[in-house]
C-alpha cells in the first residue's frame, strides 16, 4: 500500500466531522479537553457525548476547577452517561493532575497511571494533544485494520497483531489528526455493515477490499450471552418527596444515588421475599409493567411497588423533593424507575 497515512490525512482534513471537542485539522488541542472528551467517549456514541462534555466544559472550563469540585456534582452532572465509575475516576484524576501542577503527563505510561485511563485513552490523549507516536486502537481502528490487511484471526484473538499492525500506519508527522482519521474513517466509511469501499481514500491498498472479504471482516468470536437479574425497587413518598438511598462506594453504580430495593438476583423475587427489603411497612401497591434495563454484563429487570407515608424521618436514605428529582443525579436505571413510579403514585 502505498502511504495510507498520506491519504488518509487528506481524507481527514476534507471531511472531519465537526465535533465539540475536536480541534481544526493541524491545530494542537487542550490536553484537558482531550481527556475529558475520552473520557466520555468510552463506550459512548459522539452524539450522547456532546450536550455532556459543553456542560462539564462550560460549569468546570479546567483541570482545576473540576478538580475543586464536589464529587457529588461531577456525578449528579455526569448521570446518564452511564459506567459511573468513569465519572468517579475523572475526578480523582483531576486532583491528581492538580496537585502535580496542573499539567497531564505526555507520555503513554504516565497517563495509563492515572485513575480510569487504559491503553486505548492513554494513546489517544498521547497522540491527539502531545503528538506522541501512539496508537488508539478501538472498535472502529480494529475494523479498519482488519480490512486493510484482511486479518482473518476472530477478534480478540488478533489483538496484539492489529495493535502492530495499526501502529505500523501511524506517520512521524500529525499523529492526532492520524489517530482521529483512522477512527473517522471507520466511524463514517469503513462502516460495519455497509463499508463504502468506493468513497474510501485507502481502497487501493486494502487486502479486503481487493479480494471481495470486506463485509466478513472482522471475525468475532461469538459472545456469550448476557444473563438477566431481577430486582424490585420501593418508591416510597412523604409530601411531595421520595426516599433515595446511596449504593456503597465500589461496585456497579459505586456511591450513586438508588431507589431502595432489593439485590438483583438471577431468579424473579417472590412478594414476601421481596418485602424483607421495604425500608419500611407500610401499604405497598406493586406497579403494573415493570423496567428494563441493560448493563455491561447482564441485563436488569425491575418491577416497583409504591407507597405514602407520613412519617419516615428516622428512614435511612435522604428524602428528595420530586421536583429536584431530575437534576439530583439518579442513575438512568432509576431515572426508569422514577417514571415508572410516578406514572402510578
Ligand atoms: Fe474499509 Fe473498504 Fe476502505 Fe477497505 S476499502 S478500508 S474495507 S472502506
Given amino acids: 500500500m502505498t502511504n495510507p497515512a498520506t491519504k488518509l490525512l487528506k481524507w481527514y482534513d476534507a471531511n472531519a466531522r465537526e465535533l465539540p471537542w475536536r480541534a481544526a485539522p493541524g491545530v494542537v488541542p487542550d490536553p484537558y479537553r482531550v481527556w475529558l472528551s475520552e473520557i466520555m467517549l468510552q463506550q459512548t456514541q459522539a452524539v450522547v457525548v456532546a450536550p455532556y462534555y459543553l456542560k462539564f466544559l462550560g460549569r468546570w472550563p479546567t483541570v482545576q476547577a ?36 496542573g499539567r497531564f503527563p505526555e507520555s503513554e505510561v504516565a497517563l495509563r497511571a492515572l485513575p480510569g485511563i487504559g491503553v486505548y485513552t492513554a494513546a489517544a490523549i498521547a497522540s491527539i494533544a502531545f503528538g506522541a507516536r501512539a496508537s488508539a486502537v478501538d472498535g472502529n481502528v480494529e475494523r479498519v485494520v482488519s480490512r486493510l490487511f484482511a486479518v482473518t484471526v476472530p477478534i480478540p484473538k488478533s489483538r496484539p497483531k492489529l495493535r502492530t499492525l ?8 500529525r499523529t492526532g489528526d492520524f489517530a482521529q482519521g483512522l477512527i473517522e474513517l471507520g466511524a463514517t466509511v469503513c462502516t460495519a455493515r455497509s463499508p463504502d469501499c468506493v468513497a474510501c481514500p485507502l481502497s487501493d491498498g486494502c487486502k479486503a477490499f481487493a479480494k471481495g472479504s470486506q463485509d466478513r471482516l472482522p471475525r468475532r468470536v461469538p459472545k456469550q450471552e448476557r444473563p438477566t437479574r431481577h430486582g424490585v425497587c420501593f418508591w416510597l413518598e412523604r409530601s411531595g418527596q421520595v426516599l433515595l438511598g446511596r449504593r456503597p ?9 438508588e431507589i431502595p430495593g432489593t439485590p438483583w ?21 406493586s406497579v403494573p409493567g415493570e423496567v428494563r434495563h441493560t448493563f455491561t454484563h447482564f441485563h436488569l429487570v425491575l418491577t416497583v411497588m409504591t407507597a405514602r407515608t407520613r412519617s419516615g424521618g428516622n428512614l435511612a436514605g435522604t428524602w428528595v423533593a420530586l421536583d429536584d428529582l431530575e437534576t439530583a443525579g439518579l442513575p438512568s436505571v432509576f431515572a426508569k424507575v422514577s417514571g415508572l413510579a410516578r406514572a402510578k403514585v
Avoid: I
Fill in 66 to 101: 473540576l478538580a475543586a469540585a464536589e464529587l457529588d456534582d461531577v456525578l449528579a452532572a455526569w448521570a446518564g452517561l452511564g459506567y459511573y465509575a468513569r465519572g468517579r475516576n475523572l475526578h480523582r484524576t483531576a486532583q491528581a493532575v492538580t496537585e502535580a501542577g
Fill in 166 to 173: 495499526a501502529v505500523s500506519l501511524v506517520p512521524l508527522q
Fill in 265 to 285: 438476583e438471577a431468579k424473579s423475587w417472590g412478594q414476601k421475599s421481596a418485602m424483607e427489603f421495604a425500608p419500611t411497612s407500610a401499604d405497598w401497591q
Fill in 249 to 257: 462506594p465500589r461496585g456497579l453504580l459505586g456511591g450513586m444515588l
